[in-house]
């Protein structure tokens, strides 16, 4: 299951909820259909939430579960994140199993727990089967058996299940325990998210469409295509669309929201509230968040400041007071023209940008966020990569991660320690991750993915040398060490060009003793020294003939291992693997004696 999924897990402790006195119209409606909805002439059993990025839909279920919860009315949560969070929270694996978990308390179904337990116990790979099969064994039928019981559950039917962000459930591939990807994904179709979204509402509409059901079904998610497509052809019958418009006067809540902030603004500064920031300033942040909550929180954040966001050389914008900071807000408004307002996104994007600029290397700043989001997959995980992981190869001196990172933490925390180090970076809202990957919104200031890999290539090199000082080597595999130069390649010749002096000059014969050594003391590390010789090879050296660089390297590599007596493939074998197009150092072995140190 996913524990951080759940409305109230740790995970979620500093998840968006609605301040006191805003969304008051959206809460009422909801709850006024999770209590009296069975009373409607025709009862839907499913209320989907849904509206643009930054209208403020997690805050709201958020906000709802509480209450649900309070008044014990809520049966199971689950709330999916792609950009935060654990990746269990990215894909569909964990959803049945963690609302069954919830369930399973209920009171409200006395002898649920032991059915549902009964149903695993006689089919032990149950969570290996497909969701439909999963979702009938340990949620549909345990509660329909329960209902249909001589006197029902009357009770039962005021419950609701919540499940938020349906539209950031990715796919997930087939992969074997290498992390290798299966070889049937190369005959058989890709499957999309599109394609688990669906069949995650198939089950929605199916248990909404038996009238024995004793739950209602909260789903919110932005209003993509595949989604609404359900929900207004087969699910139309089931279903109350509540969209987050003008109609529920966001401008009110979010002018509720500035006063509450800017009085606790004012009261650390000592400055009356009449004084700052003044009605027209606040009109015009109200004006420019056109109704997106999102835009509201980010100005807020940034104008509430941080000790850490501020930075030598960061200049006028790296200000910390919050008048000056409040007067780079609205001097966005005059630079945008009344054009520019008609796009909803506008504000948001010129409020990114400047927060951008703010850093002391706006381009470093890029390429370490752009670097965030890069994907490593690993025999223990499909994710992007953990925080350590990456200031670990990433770093050219200690704190640049600071400094790239620092003026920015109105978008993402940047005070990172303990456990939150072995997770991926985490951002308040997915609309920045959206802004900061399209060129168009972002700009001159875009990198692809191509340029990104190619830059973290070269770092790998530029910090080899200091990638095992003062660390335990266990403690960077545990976090996908390994894995890291099988997916971070050079993407052209010219890009390893940029890169031959670091790899030259960085000290290979001891990182290859280091990690061969390790190797030998029963760490896995064999194929650390695979990917990186085929990251000097790939895509640069032709089938038959290497190209210096990648001749020089693999020498110094190797004679280490000669020197360990590793087994090592002549360069006939590699020839021969290119032209097979297999890895070309899979007959890269350590010395027998390695096996031997495992018996007794």
């Given at each position: 299951?996913?524990?951080?999924a759940?409305?109230?897990?740790?995970?979620?402790?500093d998840?968006?909820?609605?301040?006191?006195?805003?969304?008051?119209?959206?809460?009422?409606?909801?709850?006024s259909w999770?209590?009296?909805?069975?009373?409607?002439?025709?009862?839907?059993?499913?209320?989907?939430?849904?509206?643009?990025a930054?209208?403020?839909?997690?805050?709201?279920?958020?906000?709802?579960?509480?209450?649900?919860?309070?008044?014990?009315?809520l049966?199971?949560?689950?709330?999916?994140?792609?950009?935060?969070?654990?990746?269990?929270?990215?894909?569909?694996?964990?959803?049945?199993?963690?609302l069954?978990?919830q369930?399973?308390?209920d009171?409200?179904?006395?002898g649920i727990?032991e059915?549902?337990?009964?149903?695993?116990?006689?089919d032990?790979?149950?969570?290996?089967?497909?969701?439909?099969?999963?979702?009938?064994?340990?949620v549909?039928?345990?509660?329909?058996?329960?209902?249909?019981?001589?006197?029902?559950?009357?009770?039962?039917?005021?419950?609701?299940?919540?499940?938020?962000?349906?539209?950031?459930?990715?796919?997930?591939?087939?992969?074997?325990s290498?992390g290798?990807?299966?070889?049937s994904a190369?005959?058989?179709?890709?499957?999309?998210?599109e394609?688990?979204?669906?069949?995650?509402?198939?089950?929605?509409?199916?248990?909404?469409?038996?009238?024995s059901?004793?739950?209602r079904?909260?789903?919110?998610?932005?209003?993509?295509?595949?989604?609404?497509?359900?929900?207004?052809?087969?699910?139309?019958?089931?279903?109350?669309?509540l969209?987050?418009?003008?109609?529920?006067?966001?401008?009110?809540?979010?002018?509720?929201?500035?006063?509450?902030k800017?009085?606790?603004?004012?009261?650390d500064?000592?400055?009356?509230?009449?004084?700052?920031?003044?009605?027209?300033?606040?009109?015009?942040?109200?004006?420019?968040?056109?109704?997106?909550?999102?835009?509201?929180?980010?100005?807020?954040?940034?104008?509430?400041?941080s000790?850490?966001?501020?930075?030598?050389?960061a200049?006028?914008?790296?200000?910390?007071?919050?008048?000056?900071?409040?007067?780079?807000?609205?001097?966005?408004?005059?630079?945008?023209?009344?054009?520019?307002?008609?796009?909803?996104l506008?504000?948001?994007?010129?409020?990114?940008?400047?927060l951008?600029?703010?850093?002391?290397d706006?381009?470093l700043?890029?390429k370490?966020?752009?670097?965030?989001?890069?994907k490593?997959?690993?025999?223990?995980?499909?994710?992007?990569?953990?925080?350590?992981?990456?200031?670990?190869?990433?770093?050219?001196?200690?704190?640049?991660?600071?400094?790239?990172?620092?003026s920015?933490?109105?978008?993402?925390?940047t005070?990172?320690f303990?456990?939150?180090?072995?997770?991926?970076?985490?951002?308040?809202?997915?609309?920045?991750?959206?802004?900061?990957?399209?060129?168009?919104?972002?700009?001159?200031?875009?990198?692809?993915?191509?340029q990104?890999?190619?830059?973290?290539a070269?770092?790998?090199?530029?910090?080899?040398?200091?990638?095992?000082?003062?660390?335990?080597?266990?403690?960077?595999?545990?976090i996908?060490y390994?894995?890291?130069?099988?997916?971070?390649?050079?993407?052209?010749q010219?890009?390893?060009?940029?890169?031959?002096?670091?790899?030259?000059?960085?000290?290979?014969?001891?990182?290859?003793?280091?990690?061969?050594?390790a190797?030998?003391?029963?760490?896995?590390?064999?194929?650390?020294?695979?990917y990186?010789?085929?990251?000097?090879?790939?895509?640069v050296?032709?089938?038959?003939?290497?190209?210096?660089t990648?001749?020089t390297?693999?020498?110094?590599?190797?004679?280490?291992?000669?020197?360990?007596?590793?087994?090592?493939?002549?360069?006939?074998?590699?020839?021969?693997?290119?032209?097979?197009?297999k890895?070309?150092?899979?007959?890269?072995?350590?010395?027998?004696?390695?096996?031997?140190?495992?018996?007794?």
């Amino acid at each position: 299951m996913a524990p951080g999924a759940i409305h109230d897990s740790n995970e979620r402790c500093d998840a968006p909820k609605c301040m006191e006195e805003t969304r008051v119209a959206v809460q009422e409606e909801i709850m006024s259909w999770i209590a009296d909805g069975q009373n409607d002439a025709q009862p839907k059993n499913i209320m989907w939430v849904t509206g643009p990025a930054g209208t403020g839909k997690s805050a709201i279920l958020g906000s709802i579960a509480d209450a649900c919860k309070e008044k014990g009315t809520l049966a199971a949560s689950f709330f999916f994140s792609a950009f935060s969070g654990s990746a269990d929270r990215r894909t569909k694996r964990y959803l049945i199993p963690t609302l069954t978990y919830q369930l399973m308390s209920d009171a409200a179904f006395p002898g649920i727990r032991e059915q549902i337990l009964s149903s695993v116990m006689q089919d032990p790979i149950l969570f290996t089967k497909n969701l439909k099969e999963q979702f009938t064994t340990m949620v549909l039928n345990p509660l329909l058996s329960r209902t249909q019981e001589p006197g029902g559950n009357s009770e039962a039917a005021l419950r609701v299940i919540i499940i938020d962000g349906l539209d950031e459930c990715d796919v997930e591939q087939f992969q074997d325990s290498a992390g290798r990807t299966h070889p049937s994904a190369h005959v058989l179709p890709i499957r999309r998210k599109e394609d688990d979204q669906r069949e995650i509402l198939s089950l929605l509409l199916l248990a909404a469409s038996n009238p024995s059901f004793p739950f209602r079904i909260l789903v919110a998610s932005r209003p993509e295509k595949v989604i609404r497509n359900v929900f207004t052809t087969d699910g139309k019958a089931y279903t109350r669309e509540l969209f987050l418009d003008d109609s529920y006067d966001p401008d009110a809540d979010i002018g509720l929201f500035y006063d509450a902030k800017f009085s606790i603004i004012c009261r650390d500064l000592g400055i009356k509230p009449e004084d700052w920031p003044g009605k027209e300033a606040k009109l015009t942040l109200v004006r420019d968040a056109s109704g997106q909550f999102i835009y509201a929180a980010t100005v807020m954040r940034y104008i509430e400041g941080s000790s850490h966001s501020i930075r030598p050389g960061a200049g006028i914008l790296g200000r910390a007071s919050p008048p000056e900071r409040l007067e780079h807000i609205l001097g966005l408004h005059s630079k945008r023209g009344d054009k520019m307002s008609l796009n909803p996104l506008k504000p948001l994007d010129a409020l990114y940008s400047l927060l951008l600029e703010s850093c002391p290397d706006p381009e470093l700043s890029m390429k370490w966020l752009r670097a965030t989001q890069q994907k490593v997959i690993s025999a223990l995980r499909k994710d992007t990569a953990p925080v350590r992981l990456l200031r670990l190869v990433l770093e050219a001196s200690h704190g640049e991660e600071q400094y790239a990172l620092g003026s920015l933490s109105s978008l993402l925390p940047t005070q990172i320690f303990g456990e939150s180090l072995l997770k991926p970076y985490s951002f308040y809202h997915k609309s920045f991750l959206d802004f900061i990957a399209d060129p168009v919104r972002c700009g001159e200031r875009f990198m692809t993915d191509a340029q990104v890999r190619d830059w973290m290539a070269q770092r790998f090199f530029q910090t080899l040398d200091r990638h095992f000082t003062d660390v335990e080597l266990s403690e960077i595999w545990e976090i996908g060490y390994q894995d890291f130069p099988r997916w971070i390649r050079f993407s052209t010749q010219a890009a390893f060009e940029i890169a031959k002096p670091d790899i030259l000059s960085c000290d290979l014969q001891k990182w290859a003793t280091t990690v061969a050594e390790a190797h030998l003391k029963g760490l896995d590390c064999k194929y650390a020294i695979v990917y990186v010789l085929d990251m000097l090879h790939d895509k640069v050296c032709s089938q038959y003939r290497c190209c210096s660089t990648c001749k020089t390297s693999a020498e110094r590599v190797m004679g280490v291992l000669r020197e360990k007596s590793w087994k090592v493939p002549s360069w006939i074998q590699v020839s021969r693997r290119d032209w097979w197009r297999k890895r070309r150092y899979q007959d890269l072995k350590p010395p027998r004696r390695h096996l031997n140190m495992e018996l007794p």
